[in-house]
């Protein structure tokens, strides 16, 4: 069974900084794209960033130069580093693992975790 777990939300002022961490279970870790992606309230949930098992990252524009994806397979974990955080990054984060079956793409999630920033 597949597991997604992440951690390291909470509560930050402006312009400070958090790492959400994803570990993964039930899956090929080491071949699979993973991704962070948030939604807030009243809103579309929205990609913020991508690394593919060959270590190739993707950013949303509005978190460049702000947020690091990362990926650690020996501990089977993504991770985001998010510093100078604004209010408007306050959203539920999930982590998402892609990867080949012999069904099509599979595309998994967690249950989210929440990070909020003060104003």
């Known amino acids: 069974q597949v597991q997604l777990v992440e951690s390291g939300g909470g509560l930050v002022q402006h312009g400070g900084s958090l790492r959400l961490s994803c570990v993964a279970s039930?899956?090929?870790?080491?071949?699979?794209?993973m991704g962070w992606y948030r939604q807030a309230p009243g809103k579309q949930r929205e990609l913020v960033a991508t690394?593919?098992?060959?270590?190739?990252?993707n950013y949303a524009e509005t978190v460049k130069g702000r947020f690091t994806i990362s990926r650690d397979n020996a501990k089977n974990t993504v991770y985001l580093q998010m510093n100078s955080l604004k209010p408007e990054d306050t959203a539920v984060y999930y982590c998402?693992?892609?990867?080949?079956?012999?069904?099509?793409?599979?595309?998994?999630w967690g249950q989210g975790t929440q990070v909020t920033v003060s104003s």
């Open positions: 690394v593919t098992y060959g270590r190739t990252t």
């Open positions: 039930g899956i090929i870790f080491s071949t699979s794209d």
């Open positions: 998402n693992a892609r990867y080949p079956t012999q069904w099509g793409t599979q595309n998994d």
